[in-house]
């Protein structure tokens, strides 16, 4: 029971990964061919596999709403077109637009990558994306970028999330969700904690040159976090999707320590006892 206190006193950060593929997949990117780069497809499987252990922690029931939020992106192309046809023509620079159509395809593409369940699947679809959507990629942010180093910023970020939550006191949690309730505070604390993580990875040496494309084409991170928000209000308006996702975010972050010592396992002698603690993300 102290695993669900604590799904909810945290926030959805698996969310990110919406926005963090859609900066990943916004580079420039040749086709797939048969001498493909190992790289390459370790940083495909390494980036699967991060979304894949989330989704093993889910029931059955959570599984279903994710399910549920993915069917829905086909059923409402016509709205989730609006959206992205208003940032295409107010967000991103002039020489930098590949084209309504192009760019609605690209996110439709992307969402139903995001809400895959199946791990060979996603890793396809992952794939598939690149040979689709490259000049699209290619008007975006140019030829300088490789995919690999915007999986590998992904990755960061993902690694980065954790940080910057343990620096929410569970206190700030607390009084969040007491004056506006559990919806409201999981819909403000991700958009924050979203953002600085983002940001202190694009900060580092490492993603310099990442950060300055991104700038050089107009996307903003604050942009991007009111585009997935416009887009969760039509695929998964209830959040019903990502709570499913939170719960298996913390469930992957769960550690069991005897005092300050995590441990994996334990032996107990018969007559001897044992104090154990749960954490998740540091609470």
């Known amino acids: 029971m102290f695993l669900n206190s604590v799904e909810k006193k945290c926030i959805s950060i698996i969310t990110i990964f919406a926005i963090l593929v859609t900066l990943a997949l916004t580079s420039a990117a040749m086709p797939r061919l048969a001498f493909a780069s190992d790289a390459r497809d370790n940083v495909i499987e390494k980036l699967a596999d991060k979304l894949m252990e989330v989704r093993g922690k889910l029931d059955a029931s959570d599984v279903e709403k994710i399910k549920q939020a993915r069917s829905k992106i086909k059923n409402k192309e016509d709205e989730i077109g609006e959206e ?22 690209l996110v439709i593409d992307l969402g139903e990558t995001y809400y895959t369940t199946d791990k060979e ?63 409201e505070m999981v819909e403000e604390m991700t958009n924050k904690v979203l953002k600085e993580a983002i940001n202190n990875v694009l900060g580092t040496q490492d993603f310099r040159e990442f950060d300055d494309k ?34 298996g975010f913390i469930r992957t972050q769960a550690k069991v320590y005897i005092g300050e010592s995590e441990i994996t396992e334990d032996t107990i002698t018969v007559g001897s006892t044992r104090t154990y603690t749960l954490r998740s993300i540091g609470v």
């Open 121 to 183: 699947k996603l890793k396809n679809k992952l794939d598939v994306f690149i040979i689709r959507h490259r000049e699209t990629i290619k008007t975006i942010l140019g030829d300088d970028i490789t995919v690999e180093k915007c999986y590998e910023f992904a990755l960061a970020v993902q690694d980065e999330i954790p940080k910057v939550l343990k620096d929410k006191t569970v206190e700030v949690l607390l009084a969040l969700l007491k004056s506006k309730g559990y919806d």
């Open 214 to 247: 991104l700038t050089n084409a107009g996307i903003t991170v604050d942009a991007l976090v009111i585009l997935r928000t416009d887009l969760l209000n039509i695929v998964d308006p209830d959040r019903e999707a990502e709570k499913a996702l939170v719960k």
């Open 84 to 105: 992205v046809r208003d940032f295409h023509n107010n967000e991103l620079e002039p020489d930098n637009r590949p084209g309504e159509e192009a760019l609605v395809s």
